[in-house]
């Protein structure tokens, strides 16, 4: 068999986390199982729209290392082909022109919601004779093409991932195939195009398993093939509501924007639904590949959790500080991005090193350097470590300058920590006395990185400033 997926978004906006694990899914199968992936671009909802929505997505699928084999294909380069199709199920009375208005439509739901009954189309058009319809369509007057569902028949189809499915047709809606724009809907066209593609696998989100069987109607009454279909677990939030913008972000171009690494994305989204059953949680996109499999797709919903991505993204920043390799070097580039205060690209890497124990992703830079830059005015009493005093803490401020003023400009963070706990042995101190004041006459925050690693990123001037600083404060 030739295995064929495709990826099928629609250019609405961004590329959404939902949309990126669908790709990706779709990707790791069929690297897996061999065959080829085509990107087709859904683009006949002219109302939702968005221009240049197609290249972006394009884009950022690339950023993450999904490549397509075929396409991107235009649905709205399509038009005639689904005509031919639509055009074939009106021959064969399994379509028909419908002329009714918004209005009557709406009065007609109203009517069906007044009375508890299912909402659906009440078959009017069908009544409408060759001649009458021909007249209609003479006139000009606007209409749309409904499928003309099977009575009373249950449509039966396997999901690889939810199992059977079985609706009957009196539970279902005439659905419109093609709109009065001449774009044919989502669910006539997905159908024409998968068949019309080679389409071996289905693989999309759970949100279109109860279209499936409209589409399972459409298969048969054009005696095609039908694909096999793997739905994904629905995307939640925390409070497991379906995943959406009120509670974080979800584009997969704003994790990037914040300075999350495509890698670690790729990784933490891999599990929205798939689980290999080790206790294995950093993959490589080629690992992913080798253990991915269709039978350890879950069915119940996947908590999207931010601090888990965070966790992930923090372990890949520690491994290429780590590793120091071409990614390193990438990074150490985009640094002024983060942090516009220097130029200085020593200090940037330093900065970084210092940080990057610490970092979640890469953005948080912004806020967690600035202590480098501008020191906050603070109060004398937090120089002073619960356990020691104010002469104490003056005594060891004053020894710390005097021997970092006998070292060389460029202070080496080995070297600080041999010199602060040598003195502070000498004279009798505890870290408390030296460790905590100088910390925090360096940061002027209660969390810092340690003072040696402080040191060593403001330098011997900078840093004697803000001890003496700290001295005149404990001193007044
Ligand atoms: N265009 C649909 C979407 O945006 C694709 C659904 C499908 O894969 O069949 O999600």
Redesign the pocket.
């Known amino acids: 068999m030739n295995y064929k997926t495709r990826f099928?978004?629609?250019p609405t906006g961004y590329l959404h986390i939902g949309?990126l694990r669908?790709a990706l899914y779709n990707y790791l199968f069929i690297k897996k199982y061999g065959g080829k992936m085509i990107l087709r671009i859904?683009d006949t909802d002219r109302e939702r729209y968005i221009a240049n929505a197609d290249k972006q997505i394009i884009d950022t699928l690339k950023t993450f290392g999904i490549n397509f084999d075929i396409g991107p294909y235009y649905q709205s380069e399509r038009l005639d082909l689904y005509k031919k199709f639509v055009q074939q199920l009106i021959s064969e009375d399994k379509a028909y022109y419908c002329f009714c208005s918004k209005e009557r439509l709406e009065k007609l739901r109203e009517e069906q919601q007044k009375n508890k009954q299912i909402p659906k189309y009440d078959r009017h058009c069908t009544s409408l004779s060759k001649k009458e319809i021909q007249e209609k369509l003479n006139n000009n007057e606007s209409f749309v093409i409904r499928l003309k569902l099977p009575e009373n028949e249950d449509v039966v189809f396997e999901d690889e991932v939810y199992g059977q499915v079985k609706i009957n047709t009196k539970d279902l809606d005439d659905q419109v195939l093609l709109k009065s724009d001449g774009y044919p809907t989502?669910h006539l066209a997905?159908v024409i195009d998968d068949h019309d593609m080679g389409i071996s696998h289905?693989i999309?989100?759970e949100e279109?398993l109860p279209s499936t069987p409209k589409h399972i109607i459409l298969y048969k009454m054009f005696s095609w093939e039908i694909p096999k279909f793997i739905h994904l677990p629905l995307l939640l939030n925390p409070d497991r509501s379906k995943l959406s913008k009120r509670q974080g972000d979800v584009a997969a171009e704003d994790f990037l924007k914040k300075g999350y690494l495509p890698e670690a994305i790729i990784n933490y989204i891999a599990f929205l639904g798939w689980n290999p059953k080790t206790t294995k949680e950093i993959y490589s996109m080629d690992e992913l590949i080798q253990d991915f499999s269709v039978d350890k797709i879950n069915k119940a919903g996947a908590v999207f959790d931010v601090d888990k991505l965070n966790w992930i993204n923090a372990e890949y920043i520690k491994n290429i500080v780590k590793e120091k390799g071409e990614k390193y070097k990438e990074i150490i580039k985009i640094l002024p991005n983060y942090i516009k205060e220097t130029t200085n690209e020593k200090m940037l890497e330093k900065i970084f090193i210092v940080l990057s124990s610490r970092l979640n992703y890469f953005e948080q830079l912004k806020e967690d350097s600035q202590f480098f830059f501008n020191l906050q005015n603070y109060n004398a009493d937090h120089l002073i470590f619960k356990k020691s005093n104010k002469e104490l803490t003056i005594k060891g401020l004053k020894i710390v300058k005097e021997s970092l003023e006998s070292l060389n400009d460029e202070l080496i963070e080995e070297q600080i920590n041999t010199l602060l706990n040598k003195v502070m042995t000498q004279n009798n101190l505890n870290p408390g006395d030296i460790f905590w004041p100088l910390r925090f006459a360096l940061s002027g925050l209660e969390k810092s990185p340690s003072p040696a690693e402080i040191l060593w990123i403001l330098g011997k001037d900078e840093s004697l400033k803000r001890i003496n600083l700290a001295i005149e404060k404990l001193e007044k």
């Open positions: 099928a978004p629609s949309g669908t859904e989502y997905v289905i999309r989100g279109w």
